[in-house]
Protein backbone atom coordinates (compact mmCIF):
# COMPACT_ATOMS: atom_id res chain seq x y z
CA UNK A 1 0.00 0.00 0.00
CA UNK A 2 1.69 2.91 -1.31
CA UNK A 3 0.39 5.91 1.07
CA UNK A 4 2.66 8.78 -0.57
CA UNK A 5 2.04 8.23 -4.71
CA UNK A 6 5.01 10.33 -6.68
CA UNK A 7 5.23 10.83 -10.24
CA UNK A 8 6.80 11.23 -12.90
CA UNK A 9 9.73 8.12 -12.01
CA UNK A 10 12.59 10.29 -13.64
CA UNK A 11 12.73 13.94 -15.62
CA UNK A 12 15.18 14.79 -18.22
CA UNK A 13 15.14 18.64 -18.30
CA UNK A 14 17.44 21.61 -20.18
CA UNK A 15 19.72 23.56 -18.02
CA UNK A 16 17.42 27.07 -17.12
CA UNK A 17 14.33 24.86 -17.41
CA UNK A 18 11.62 24.45 -14.65
CA UNK A 19 11.79 20.87 -13.20
CA UNK A 20 8.05 19.73 -11.56
CA UNK A 21 7.77 16.54 -9.77
CA UNK A 22 4.12 15.90 -8.32
CA UNK A 23 2.77 14.02 -4.68
CA UNK A 24 -0.50 12.43 -3.83
CA UNK A 25 -1.24 11.34 -0.73
CA UNK A 26 -4.33 9.48 0.72
CA UNK A 27 -4.33 9.89 4.63
CA UNK A 28 -5.60 13.50 5.53
CA UNK A 29 -4.27 12.91 9.36
CA UNK A 30 -0.27 13.88 7.57
CA UNK A 31 0.27 17.55 8.29
CA UNK A 32 4.21 17.78 7.30
CA UNK A 33 4.72 17.18 3.71
CA UNK A 34 8.77 17.46 2.99
CA UNK A 35 11.35 17.05 0.03
CA UNK A 36 14.68 14.97 0.46
CA UNK A 37 17.22 15.68 -1.74
CA UNK A 38 19.60 12.87 -2.45
CA UNK A 39 23.00 12.66 -4.50
CA UNK A 40 24.40 9.04 -5.87
CA UNK A 41 26.37 7.34 -3.11
CA UNK A 42 24.86 9.60 -0.04
CA UNK A 43 21.51 9.55 2.36
CA UNK A 44 18.29 11.70 1.89
CA UNK A 45 18.95 15.13 2.78
CA UNK A 46 15.83 17.58 3.41
CA UNK A 47 15.58 20.07 0.72
CA UNK A 48 12.44 22.04 2.09
CA UNK A 49 9.31 21.38 3.81
CA UNK A 50 5.42 22.32 3.94
CA UNK A 51 2.39 22.33 6.44
CA UNK A 52 -0.52 22.71 5.30
CA UNK A 53 -2.15 25.62 6.31
CA UNK A 54 -0.51 27.44 3.83
CA UNK A 55 -0.60 27.14 -0.48
CA UNK A 56 3.34 27.37 -1.13
CA UNK A 57 6.51 28.29 0.11
CA UNK A 58 9.39 29.17 -1.49
CA UNK A 59 13.26 28.84 -0.40
CA UNK A 60 15.46 30.07 -3.49
CA UNK A 61 15.01 28.13 -6.69
CA UNK A 62 12.81 25.37 -4.86
CA UNK A 63 9.09 26.06 -4.17
CA UNK A 64 6.68 23.50 -2.94
CA UNK A 65 2.77 24.29 -3.90
CA UNK A 66 0.21 22.11 -1.74
CA UNK A 67 -3.45 21.94 -2.81
CA UNK A 68 -5.30 20.56 0.27
CA UNK A 69 -8.28 19.91 -1.39
CA UNK A 70 -6.74 17.64 -3.84
CA UNK A 71 -4.33 16.10 -1.29
CA UNK A 72 -1.41 16.95 -3.62
CA UNK A 73 1.37 18.91 -3.29
CA UNK A 74 4.62 19.52 -5.62
CA UNK A 75 7.82 20.72 -6.37
CA UNK A 76 9.25 22.96 -8.41
CA UNK A 77 12.68 23.80 -9.17
CA UNK A 78 12.83 27.00 -10.99
CA UNK A 79 16.07 27.47 -13.37
CA UNK A 80 16.97 24.21 -13.09
CA UNK A 81 21.32 23.47 -13.16
CA UNK A 82 23.44 20.36 -13.76
CA UNK A 83 24.01 20.12 -10.09
CA UNK A 84 20.48 19.58 -9.34
CA UNK A 85 20.57 16.24 -11.04
CA UNK A 86 20.04 14.24 -7.83
CA UNK A 87 16.92 11.96 -6.82
CA UNK A 88 13.77 13.65 -5.15
CA UNK A 89 11.53 12.28 -2.85
CA UNK A 90 8.35 13.80 -1.24
CA UNK A 91 7.51 12.44 2.44
CA UNK A 92 4.20 13.05 4.86
CA UNK A 93 3.95 12.59 8.11
CA UNK A 94 1.40 13.46 11.14
CA UNK A 95 3.44 15.72 13.98
CA UNK A 96 0.49 15.48 16.17
CA UNK A 97 1.89 11.62 16.56
CA UNK A 98 4.76 13.27 18.70
CA UNK A 99 7.81 10.96 19.06
CA UNK A 100 6.24 8.22 17.15
CA UNK A 101 5.03 9.47 14.13
CA UNK A 102 6.62 8.00 10.56
CA UNK A 103 7.80 9.89 7.89
CA UNK A 104 6.46 7.71 5.00
CA UNK A 105 8.05 8.32 1.37
CA UNK A 106 7.36 8.68 -2.48
CA UNK A 107 8.62 5.99 -4.51
CA UNK A 108 11.35 8.72 -5.63
CA UNK A 109 11.96 11.28 -9.34
CA UNK A 110 15.40 10.64 -10.82
CA UNK A 111 16.33 14.24 -11.80
CA UNK A 112 18.73 14.57 -14.67
CA UNK A 113 19.74 18.44 -15.91
CA UNK A 114 21.48 18.36 -19.01
CA UNK A 115 23.76 21.16 -19.41
CA UNK B 1 30.41 16.64 13.87
CA UNK B 2 29.75 12.93 12.39
CA UNK B 3 25.41 13.36 12.67
CA UNK B 4 24.51 9.54 11.62
CA UNK B 5 27.17 7.13 11.13
CA UNK B 6 26.54 3.37 9.80
CA UNK B 7 28.86 0.72 9.85
CA UNK B 8 29.66 -1.50 7.23
CA UNK B 9 29.40 0.72 3.79
CA UNK B 10 29.06 -2.60 1.55
CA UNK B 11 28.16 -5.93 2.91
CA UNK B 12 28.16 -8.94 0.55
CA UNK B 13 26.32 -12.09 2.57
CA UNK B 14 25.32 -15.64 1.32
CA UNK B 15 21.85 -16.63 1.66
CA UNK B 16 21.04 -18.06 5.30
CA UNK B 17 24.30 -15.76 6.62
CA UNK B 18 23.22 -13.51 9.83
CA UNK B 19 24.91 -10.05 10.20
CA UNK B 20 24.04 -7.00 12.02
CA UNK B 21 23.66 -3.04 11.10
CA UNK B 22 25.18 -0.79 13.34
CA UNK B 23 23.88 2.99 13.03
CA UNK B 24 24.97 5.36 15.91
CA UNK B 25 24.28 9.04 16.17
CA UNK B 26 25.89 12.05 17.77
CA UNK B 27 22.52 14.86 17.96
CA UNK B 28 20.97 13.27 21.16
CA UNK B 29 18.30 12.62 19.18
CA UNK B 30 15.51 10.29 20.81
CA UNK B 31 13.51 8.85 17.57
CA UNK B 32 15.67 6.48 14.97
CA UNK B 33 14.63 4.59 11.95
CA UNK B 34 15.97 2.21 9.76
CA UNK B 35 14.42 1.97 6.04
CA UNK B 36 15.57 0.38 3.22
CA UNK B 37 15.80 2.39 -0.78
CA UNK B 38 15.09 -0.11 -3.50
CA UNK B 39 14.72 0.76 -7.36
CA UNK B 40 10.54 2.12 -8.03
CA UNK B 41 9.87 1.54 -4.28
CA UNK B 42 11.42 4.15 -2.55
CA UNK B 43 12.26 4.76 0.97
CA UNK B 44 10.74 1.78 3.37
CA UNK B 45 10.51 2.20 7.05
CA UNK B 46 11.44 -1.63 8.46
CA UNK B 47 11.52 -0.75 12.00
CA UNK B 48 11.82 2.98 14.01
CA UNK B 49 12.60 3.38 17.96
CA UNK B 50 10.70 6.19 19.03
CA UNK B 51 12.93 6.53 22.03
CA UNK B 52 15.67 4.46 24.12
CA UNK B 53 14.13 1.08 25.03
CA UNK B 54 11.25 1.24 22.58
CA UNK B 55 10.89 0.08 18.94
CA UNK B 56 8.08 -0.74 16.42
CA UNK B 57 7.41 -2.30 12.99
CA UNK B 58 7.33 -0.09 10.05
CA UNK B 59 6.13 -0.63 6.59
CA UNK B 60 8.34 -4.21 6.07
CA UNK B 61 9.58 -5.94 9.06
CA UNK B 62 9.58 -8.97 8.14
CA UNK B 63 12.77 -10.58 8.53
CA UNK B 64 14.53 -7.80 10.43
CA UNK B 65 15.36 -7.47 14.27
CA UNK B 66 16.09 -4.52 16.26
CA UNK B 67 18.27 -3.29 19.09
CA UNK B 68 18.07 -0.10 20.23
CA UNK B 69 21.35 -0.24 22.81
CA UNK B 70 21.21 3.18 24.07
CA UNK B 71 20.02 6.39 23.24
CA UNK B 72 22.61 6.71 20.56
CA UNK B 73 22.96 3.13 19.12
CA UNK B 74 20.04 1.42 16.79
CA UNK B 75 21.28 -1.71 15.36
CA UNK B 76 19.34 -3.57 12.39
CA UNK B 77 19.67 -7.80 12.37
CA UNK B 78 19.45 -10.05 9.51
CA UNK B 79 19.00 -13.81 11.10
CA UNK B 80 19.06 -15.65 7.88
CA UNK B 81 19.86 -13.87 5.18
CA UNK B 82 17.64 -14.03 1.49
CA UNK B 83 18.03 -12.28 -1.82
CA UNK B 84 15.02 -10.34 -1.43
CA UNK B 85 17.29 -8.36 1.52
CA UNK B 86 19.23 -6.88 -1.20
CA UNK B 87 19.28 -3.33 -0.83
CA UNK B 88 20.58 -0.27 0.20
CA UNK B 89 19.76 0.53 4.24
CA UNK B 90 19.78 3.40 5.60
CA UNK B 91 19.80 4.73 9.07
CA UNK B 92 17.93 8.22 10.41
CA UNK B 93 17.08 10.06 13.52
CA UNK B 94 15.65 13.07 14.98
CA UNK B 95 15.13 15.15 17.49
CA UNK B 96 12.48 15.56 20.43
CA UNK B 97 9.67 18.06 19.11
CA UNK B 98 11.92 18.38 15.87
CA UNK B 99 10.53 17.93 12.04
CA UNK B 100 13.59 16.96 10.28
CA UNK B 101 15.00 13.45 9.90
CA UNK B 102 18.86 12.85 9.47
CA UNK B 103 20.51 10.04 7.05
CA UNK B 104 23.48 7.91 7.74
CA UNK B 105 25.23 7.50 4.46
CA UNK B 106 23.71 4.16 3.95
CA UNK B 107 24.66 0.32 3.85
CA UNK B 108 24.87 -1.19 0.49
CA UNK B 109 23.57 -4.96 1.24
CA UNK B 110 23.92 -8.12 -1.54
CA UNK B 111 23.04 -11.12 -0.50
CA UNK B 112 24.03 -14.27 -3.01
Known amino acids: QQQVKQSPQSLIVQKGGISIINCAYE??????FPWYQQFPGKGPALLIA?????SEKKEGRFTISFNKSAKQFSLHIMDSQPGDSATYFCAASNLRGGATNKLIFGTGTLLAVQP | NAGVTQTPKFQVLKTGQSMTLQCAQDMNHNSMYWYRQDPGMGLRLIYY???????DKGEVPNGYNVSRLNKREFSLRLESAAPSQTSVYFC???????????FGQGTRLTVV
Open chain 2, 49 to 55: SASEGTT
Open chain 2, 92 to 102: ASRGQGKVEAF
Open chain 1, 50 to 54: IRPDV
Open chain 1, 27 to 32: NTAFDY
